[in-house]
T-cell receptor, first 109, second 112 residues
Framework: GQSLEQPSEVTAVEGAIVQINCTYQ??????LSWYQQHDGGAPTFLSY????GLEETGRFSSFLSRSDSYGYLLLQELQMKDSASYFC??????????FGTGTLLAVQP | EAQVTQNPRYLITVTGKKLTVTCSQN?????MSWYRQDPGLGLRQIYY???????DKGDVPEGYKVSRKEKRNFPLILESPSPNQTSLYFC???????????FGPGTRLTVL
């Protein structure tokens, strides 16, 4: 079957760097996406990796290793507003999109 | 403004009373999808559509129907809602050749 695993909770302090890992098992892998969701809000797209390596977008970076079925989201210079849930998601050959169960990031002052 | 809209935003209903949640996007996206979100389970895909008149089951399609008669609209139909369909529902859309998926604001459904 298809599945994704990510930590349920992560805590960090303002200004720090935090890494949220995601391992996946899926058929016909097309790419790994990351979404942010604030409490009660809609998920918003952060980044996408189709190829191995690091993609950087401002304070956020995302990494993918297809051979290891592994990726991570790196958040730098953490701010209080980064407190949210972060989801990894994979797309496959059937065009289904499978989401992880989410990582709740708590940023403390 | 580019957006995905859903209606209603909140709905309380009773078991067995048919309901429809509408979803509309103004970005001319080919791909549209419905998800439900439950505590501890993340987002689970219910149905998706890659274009008009083309729909496919996601991971949790039981108890739901969809239709895609027009490109901009993708309604979610619950013919006979049950309490286990109490959830937060999101509609989303994207262009087929891009990876950014845009989500609607969500519909919080309670089935008594």
């Amino acid at each position: 079957g298809q599945s994704l695993e990510q930590p349920s909770e992560v805590t960090a302090v303002e200004g720090a760097i935090v890494q949220i890992n995601c391992t996946y098992q899926t058929s016909g892998f097309y790419g790994l996406s990351w979404y942010q969701q604030h409490d009660g809000g809609a998920p918003t797209f952060l980044s996408y990796n189709a190829l191995d390596g690091l993609e950087e977008t401002g304070r956020f970076s995302s990494f993918l290793s297809r051979s290891d079925s592994y990726g991570y989201l790196l958040l730098q210079e953490l701010q209080m507003k980064d407190s949210a849930s972060y989801f990894c998601a994979v797309g496959g050959a059937t065009n289904k999109l499978i989401f992880g169960t989410g990582t709740l990031l708590a940023v403390q002052p | 403004e580019a957006q995905v809209t859903q209606n209603p935003r909140y709905l309380i209903t009773v078991t067995g009373k048919k309901l429809t949640v509408t979803c509309s996007q103004n970005m001319n996206h080919e791909y549209m999808s419905w998800y439900r979100q439950d505590p501890g389970l993340g987002l689970r895909q219910i149905y998706y559509s890659m274009n008009v008149e083309v729909t496919d089951k996601g991971d949790v399609p039981e108890g739901y129907k969809v239709s895609r008669k027009e490109k901009r609209n993708f309604p979610l139909i619950l013919e006979s809602p049950s309490p286990n369909q109490t959830s937060l529902y999101f509609c989303a859309s994207k262009s087929l050749n891009l990876d950014t998926q845009y989500f609607g604001p969500g519909t919080r459904l309670t089935v008594l």
